[in-house]
């Protein structure tokens, strides 16, 4: 049985029973922010993403780093752009790493239909961040057990943000269903100690 987390506000109790390393905040853009960064947003030249076994119809485009799922290495991305430089403070203060941590940012523009299927983030990077614009959507996450799947999930509404870390981040799996009305997400990614230590921050950037 799935059980579905109400959040109101900065409820990280609720959160953290539910699910150990999830932080949620609503309202963390304001509507002006909000209405700017959806501009901001649409002018990028975000491309269908391609993967077996992933639903196809996001599009998204990474700044700073970027995954290759093909070759499957963190590679070279365009320079945050200002918009993106201008948010990571917010967004590590939140999520108590120093801003130079967060060294990858992906979009995802979901139009209705589009979602993202069950996965781990790649073990690469560490911290995850999103903030979510445009329309409420459900995150959901699951874990397998011997007898079948331990299941919750959030709403995660328009200009809100969560943290995946711990547990959230490491041992479940997430996803977010297709919903009906555009929606975008800027997720802001750490590097993992384990990546770091085997590649010289020099070969990365
Ligand atoms: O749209 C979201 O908030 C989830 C995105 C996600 O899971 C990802 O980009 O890895
Ligand atoms: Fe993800």
């Known amino acids: ?106 979009v995802n523009e979901y139009r209705p239909g589009a979602g993202i299927g069950w996965h781990k983030d790649k073990p690469e990077f560490g911290i995850i961040a999103g903030i979510s614009l445009l329309s409420p959507a459900t995150m959901r996450f699951r874990r397998s057990t011997k007898g079948g799947w331990d299941r919750v999930s959030f709403d995660l509404e328009p200009r809100s943000i969560y943290i995946l870390s711990g547990e959230a981040r490491l041992l479940w799996e997430h996803s977010v269903p297709a919903q009906e009305s555009l929606r975008y997400s800027i997720t802001f990614r750490t590097l993992s100690e384990r990546f770091l230590a085997k590649t010289p921050r020099a070969n990365v950037i």
Do not use: C, W
């Open 1 to 106: 049985m799935e059980k579905q987390v109400a959040l109101f506000g900065e409820t990280e109790p609720t959160a953290n029973e539910a699910l150990s390393g999830f932080r949620y905040r609503k309202e963390f853009l304001s509507f002006k922010e909000e209405r700017d960064l959806a501009i901001e947003l649409s002018a990028l030249d975000l491309r269908p993403f391609e993967f077996q076994g992933h639903l196809g119809n996001r599009r998204v485009t990474s700044f700073g780093l970027k995954y290759d799922f093909g070759r499957r290495t963190v590679d070279p991305a365009p320079a945050f752009p200002r918009f993106i430089q201008e948010l990571v403070p917010r967004v590590a203060a939140f999520a108590n790493v120093a801003s130079e941590q967060f060294q990858q940012v992906g």
